[in-house]
Each structure stands twice: as C-alpha cells, then as structure tokens.
C-alpha cells in the first residue's frame, strides 16, 4: 500500500486506528502433496456440530424476522445450566461482542478529556489491544512471568485513580496457565471495588486443575466480577458467533444500554441452545481433546521441551527469534500453526493425526528450542 500524505479534503479515521495493531487470524494450512492439510492456528475444535446443532440451524425457518434481541431462550438455557439468574447474562456476537460491550460501558474516554485505563496481561489475546484502545481508553500492559503466567503483582501495582477495567485471562491465550482461586481472591481483595475484573474464560471447559479459579463461585462472591464465555471454543460453533458476560445487575443493565441489538441470530440462539441441550455429548468430546493434549504435552516434556503448563485446548513453544523457523517447517508439512513474531508459536489440539505430525516435527526441532 502507499501511503497517501493527509489532505484536508479527505475523510480521516480517528488519530487511534493508526496504532492499532492489526488481527491476525489463524491461517489455514498450505496444502502439500500427499499430506493431510491440518489447521491448528485458531484453537479451533476439529470437530463438525453435533447432530442436534446441526439440526437446529437447519431448521430455523424465521430468517426474514429479527431474533429476539435478549435472546430469552438462550438465557433461560445458560441459567439453568450455570444455576445463575438469567438477568445476569447478557449475550454476544462471541465472547468478543461480549467484551466489546463491557468495555464500551466501563472504559473510554472521559467527558474531562481523561482516558480510562484497562490493565491485561501481555502477551495475551490480541483483540484486547484492539478493543480496549478502539473504546478509547489507554491500554496497560503488563508482562507475563517467565511461565506464562499472569503477573499479578505488577498487575495490582498498576493500578491506579483511572484504572477502570482489568482483564484477567484464564487459561491465558496464547500461553496456557491458568489462575488459581488462590491468587484470584487475592488478587480481588486488593483491587478497588469500583474497579471491573473481567475474567476471560474461553477455554474453561478444558481445565482439569483443581486449583483452578471458579469463576461462577467468584462472580457470586463478587460485585464487580464479570465472567465472558463462550460456544466458539469447547461447543465448537465459532463460525456461528454466540458468547456471553455474567456479572451482577448492576453491571448487566448498563451493558444492555450499551449492547448492539440483534448481535446474536436465532439461529446461532437455538443452535446454542442445542448445544446446552447435548452437553454431555460435547463434554465428551472436550474429554478427548483433553487427553490428546496430556499426550501431546507428555511426548514434548519427553524431547526435552520446556513449555508453560497449559490447561486449554493447545500449546505454547517459547521459540522467540526461532518462532518463524518454527512456522516454516510446520507449513512445509501442511501444518498451519500461530506464530508470534519473536515470542513463540502457539498450536492448537487437533484430530490425533495432526498431533502426532506436530509432536514429529517438534521432535526434529529441538534445535529451535
Ligand atoms: C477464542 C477466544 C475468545 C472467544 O472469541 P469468540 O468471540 O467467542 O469467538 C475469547 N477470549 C479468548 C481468550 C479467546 O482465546
């Protein structure tokens, strides 16, 4: 692109969008002859939708109307099986459309020229740059620890009179550790009570340690706790775009003032609803998935690979300046992988195949390591 110098006759975008850093989604796989093309790049499960999901999305035969804009149905759905009020949930477009809508309502600039402040962890999902810095408010960063993990101290130093907002991620995308409930209710008994934690819990489906924070538990001992989940991740649907917060009403009726209408489809609505209605059927699957991971974090810690502990459905490689290597050699073996330039690659669990290739090729990349 060339760049065209600012004219006075032209339309500009805000002086932010500029800065932004620009998302990138997983790649699919480059396809190499006689090989199985595997996409391991977007934490993606490699499974088609349940039969009952399938079934609703075929059904829907309402597509002329508008969907219920409070997704009743859904909620009904999540309150029974999250044992919450349903006016405790607010729907999305994904996770993503949840958060977008929390951080319009509590984070922004302000009306005396002053900008929110909203504190993540780095490096962690990059959309919250994105939408942190697009509400208007000033992103702070700070670094994860050696292992991935969250820095919680340098997190609380950080806060401060502008501190609006705090992103916790757990599992950490792209990393894999998650928080505990020790460090978490730590963590909220210092942290102002007009300050929101979001806790990002995408993968929680995924976790099997026990030490793990329990985020309904710690929505319900906290005022100013609001927890995003999703059905793109462990339910599969991330093509259908459904998500949800779950925070006190005092915070959800100020995010549905907020809240694009109509963010969710009846038929992602009733697709989701399926989904609940089948839970053991995708449980059972997200079990597989687990036991795929513990293979495939075994076989690395075999090669001699030093990775975070991940709880999610992939895998951390601390690569730093090798990450691009590391990116070439899984494409040239029609593995699609996520790199992060100069800090690692990130790979997702997939079909048993795909993770016996990967494990093959981390094998011959200790080199890398
Ligand atoms: C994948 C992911 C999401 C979910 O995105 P959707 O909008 O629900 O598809 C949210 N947070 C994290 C950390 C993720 O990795």
Known sequence: MTENPVTQDQVQPRSVVARLPKYAAGKPPASVQG????????????????DAVHQAVVEQNSLNRYPDPLSTKLRDALADYLDVPAQDIVTGAGSLGALVQILNTFAGQNE?????????????????????????????????????????????????????????????????????????????????????????????????????????????????????????????????????SVAHPQIT???RVVATPFAVSSVAEDAAVASLANIDQVLE?????????????????????????????????????????????????????????????RVSIGEVEANDRFIELCKESLDLA
């Open 112 to 244: 005396d020229g002053v900008q929110d402040e909203v504190i993540y962890a780095w490096r962690s999902f990059e959309a919250y740059p994105i939408l942190v810095q697009t509400a208007g408010a000033l992103p702070v960063e700070i670094p994860l620890l050696e292992d991935g993990r969250h820095d919680l101290e340098s997190m609380i130093a950080a806060v401060n009179e502008n501190t609006s907002v705090i992103l916790l991620c757990t599992p950490n995308n792209p990393t894999g550790p998650v928080l505990t409930q020790a460090e978490v209710d730590d963590f909220l008994a210092r942290v102002p009570k007009n300050v929101l934690v979001v806790l990002d819990e995408a993968y929680i489906e995924f976790v099997r340690d026990e030490k793990s924070v329990d985020g309904i538990h710690t929505y319900n001992e906290n005022e100013n706790v609001v927890l995003l989940r999703t059905f793109s991740k462990a339910h599969g649907m991330a093509n259908l775009r459904v998500g949800y």
């Open 35 to 50: 090989m199985t093309a595997y996409k391991l790049s977007s934490n993606e499960i490699p499974f088609g939708p349940l």
């Open 285 to 345: 699957r997200v079990e597989g998935l687990v036991s795929e991971r513990e293979r495939v974090v075994a076989a690395l810690s075999e090669q001699g690979w030093k990775i975070p502990s991940t709880q999610a459905n992939f895998v951390w490689l601390p690569l730093g300046a090798n990450t691009e290597q590391f990116v070439e050699r899984a494409n040239a073996v029609a593995l699609s992988v996520r790199g992060f330039a100069d800090e690692g690659v």
């Open 253 to 255: 009726e100020n995010i």
